[in-house]
């Protein structure tokens, strides 16, 4: 069984080389904690189309990745192999009361967060597992997942980091944040948030080699800000600001597809020219010059 990848930082690669279509394969597993042996349909491979604004992938995908549990006592398995003391850390947590309770209450990621917090793994690591049960997470459950995965994810991105410590793992998980501020219509705070983001991208992601995420960060903002303005909390899939345009019709009928090609072109073009703009106007302003 592969590690499961689970850094707040998996996301921002996107899905590389996606299968054709959803798989499944029959695992066989034996129970790092106490030894119970036992087979489980797993996913093997999926394919995204798309994805939400709070990460989550679309298509024929189960997203999160499935995890598989121990039938006996839940453990959550999520790497091949443990040392001593994590099995020694890993086995008080399991055989506790606390946990044994959560299991048919609680999402199988806010239980591997559980997990981490026993064997100290990184923060960032913490981050990401509880991003992911937000995701898994009832209505009832979400305000309380969100304010967990938010208090994780605000450690790695502090607003008050300083210009030029900012990068493009800071700009996305503050967009992470924004995020869930609209989900649970914290409009003012969101609005807040994304406008005092709305210029970095093109200072973040400066350059033709950051072309394509570039757009993508401007659209996303861009629609997250109409999102709030139409004080909307609804889980919304994310613009594809680099999808191809949909073939047009003109009064001399359809346009070719090297019309369209070209069309293409114009339009990112003029985002990139749109962006570095931006950028300039960023580097200029008194606030860039302080």
Not at 82 to 88: G, M, Q, R, V
Not at 161 to 177: G, I, K, P, S
Not at 180 to 187: A, D, P, T
Request: glycine share 6%.
């Amino acid at each position: 069984m592969k590690r499961i990848a689970i850094g707040l930082a998996v996301l921002l690669s996107g899905v590389a080389a996606p299968a054709a279509a959803m798989t499944f394969m029959k695992v066989e597993h034996v129970c790092p904690i106490g030894g119970e042996r036992f087979s489980a349909e797993e996913m093997g491979s999926g394919t995204a189309f798309g994805h939400f604004l709070d990460g989550r992938l679309h298509g024929a995908i189960q997203s999160p990745w499935p995890l598989v549990s121990c039938p006996g006592n839940g453990f959550v398995i999520y790497k091949d192999d443990y040392s001593a003391d994590e099995i020694k850390r890993l086995t008080a947590v399991v055989e506790s009361d606390d946990y044994q309770r959560m299991r048919g209450h609680e999402t199988s990621y806010w239980m591997l967060a559980r997990l981490f917090e026993a064997v100290d793994a990184p923060l960032r690591d913490r981050a990401g597992v509880l991003q992911r049960a937000t995701w898994q997470a009832s209505p009832g459950q979400y305000p309380r997942y969100v304010q967990a995965a938010s208090a994780a994810v605000a450690q790695q991105c502090p607003d008050a980091r300083a210009a030029a410590d900012q990068d493009e793992a800071w700009l996305y998980c503050q967009m992470l944040l924004g995020e869930w501020e609209r989900r649970l219509s914290r409009f003012d705070a969101a609005r807040t948030r994304f406008e005092r983001l709305q210029p970095l991208p093109g200072r973040l992601l400066a350059g033709p080699d950051h072309e394509h995420a570039r757009r993508q960060y401007i659209a996303e903002i861009a629609q997250q800000l109409q999102l709030i303005a139409d004080r909307s909390a609804v889980n919304t899939m994310a613009v594809d600001a680099n999808a191809p345009p949909p073939a047009k019709e003109t009064a001399a009928g359809p346009v070719s597809r090297e019309a369209a090609e070209a069309m293409a072109r114009v339009a990112a073009d003029a985002a990139a020219a749109a962006a570095d703009a931006a950028a300039a106007s960023d580097a200029d302003s008194p606030s860039a010059k302080r």
